[in-house]
């Protein structure tokens, strides 16, 4: 979202089209199938080592898939806006929180393409948003993981990005966190964005997310959360995470297009 325009966006479709996706050869996802329509907001959730973040990689082209596809359309890759654990986050420089935030205008200006005098509005208008103003100067350093989160939210604000794809954005994150952040998250989604959020806490979900994917290394079930999210399909995944075989040899899969 642009902070200075309220006019809703066009959000951007996500596919993954029989795609098995993996580390050197190791299939960690296999023969999924699943969409994320323009406009959706869709929870990815599954036991732990579901592929879950292997997933989102994908979609940002981090990892191509070993066979099938994944496509994006109504959007360049390099304009989904992704957040990623928190643990993958180097939180060791002393950088402003200001100047951070401000690193998501990247996207509408270039890496060179200077800073402009409203620009500093637009930050601190995307720091009210989560609820951090006055934190401006503060190094990124001395912040608690609630804190990075909202100031990692304000970046991905300034983004203006139609399809936003968030690996837990929750975990270790107090309730009022929560709460404002999920605000955010559904505003997002109101201006028509796009939204995928890896999640763990399955009643958030149930009541805050219309779409459910579910997988276990493959897909379990897909489509309205109250359906997903019943009890045959959750021991179905549990059952498959566990008679999951990590030294299986690779099946045969469709050469990635
Ligand atoms: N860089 C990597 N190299 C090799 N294997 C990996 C790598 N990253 C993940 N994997 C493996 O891929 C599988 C899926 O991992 P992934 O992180 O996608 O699961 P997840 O559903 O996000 O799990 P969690 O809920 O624990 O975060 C796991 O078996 C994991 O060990």
């Not at 993996?22 to 599954?46: E, I, K, N, Q, W």
Request: net charge negative; with cysteine.
């Amino acid at each position: 979202m642009d902070v200075r325009h309220s006019e809703p966006v066009g959000g951007a479709a996500l596919a993954f089209q029989n795609a098995t996706i993996g580390y050197d050869r190791h299939p960690a996802l296999h023969h999924l199938s699943a969409t994320f329509p323009a406009g959706s907001m869709t929870a990815v959730v599954g036991p732990n080592g579901a592929g879950k973040s292997t997933l989102l990689k994908a979609a940002i082209g981090n990892l191509r898939p070993i066979g099938g596809d994944v496509r994006v359309s109504g959007c360049r890759r390099t304009e989904i806006a992704y957040l990623p654990q928190l643990t993958e986050i180097d939180r060791g420089f002393p950088l402003p929180v200001f100047d951070f935030v401000a690193m998501g205008l990247w996207h509408r200006r270039g890496a060179f393409g200077g800073f402009r005098r409203d620009d500093d509005e637009d930050v601190a208008r995307a720091l009210a948003r989560v609820g951090l103003v006055g934190f401006e100067q503060r190094p990124l350093d001395t912040l608690s993981g609630g804190q990075l989160q909202r100031v990692l939210f304000a970046r991905l604000v300034l983004q203006d990005a139609p399809l936003i794809l968030l690996d837990e954005p929750f975990t270790a994150i107090d309730d009022r966190t929560i709460h404002e952040l999920m605000d955010v998250i559904a505003r997002w989604n109101a201006e028509g964005r796009t939204v995928v959020a890896v999640m763990h806490d399955l009643d958030l979900v149930r009541r805050q997310f219309p779409r459910t994917l579910l997988i276990a290394r493959r897909a379990i079930a897909e489509g309205d959360t109250a359906d997903v999210l019943r009890p045959e399909n959750l021991a179905a995944a549990r059952h498959h995470i566990e008679a999951w075989d990590e030294a299986a040899p690779f099946c045969e899969v469709e050469p990635a297009r």
